[in-house]
């Protein structure tokens, strides 16, 4: 059964960072297109950022871009997101997500096929 499991989630001040991995239990993805999406209390999932199945793409949304690098190791099936500069409005569960068969990244919900089970990220003021 195929699992993205992330991890790195946490508390952390303002002003700090945090890196979130995802990793893939299997090969399956690993030229799959990926992203994060994030989910604040009584929001809806929103996307975060993407990369491509070779990493040689990646979007960000307006409200991260500048703070946040997405990134990936294909030999480790694991995709990471480094974020700096971290505000309040940025805590939320944290998903990762993965297009099947497809190496274009993700640009909204809709268009993952796998989730992970969320990582939950809070910045204190």
């Known amino acids: 059964q195929v699992q993205l499991v992330e991890s790195g989630g946490g508390l952390v001040q303002a002003g700090g960072s945090l890196r979130l991995s995802c990793a893939a239990s299997t090969r399956t993805f690993r030229y799959s297109g990926m992203g994060w999406f994030r989910q604040a209390p009584g929001k809806e999932r929103e996307f975060v950022a993407g990369i491509s199945g070779t990493g040689s793409m990646t979007y960000y949304a307006d409200s991260v871009k500048g703070r946040v690098t997405i990134s990936r190791d294909n030999a480790k099936n694991t995709v990471y997101l480094q974020m700096n500069s971290l505000k309040p409005e940025d805590t939320a569960i944290y998903y990762c997500?993965?297009?099947?068969?497809?190496?274009?990244?993700?640009?909204?919900?809709?268009?993952?096929?796998?989730w992970g089970q969320g990582t939950q990220v809070t910045v204190s003021s």
């Open positions: 997500a993965a297009r099947a068969g497809n190496s274009a990244y993700p640009m909204g919900a809709a268009d993952a096929d796998f």
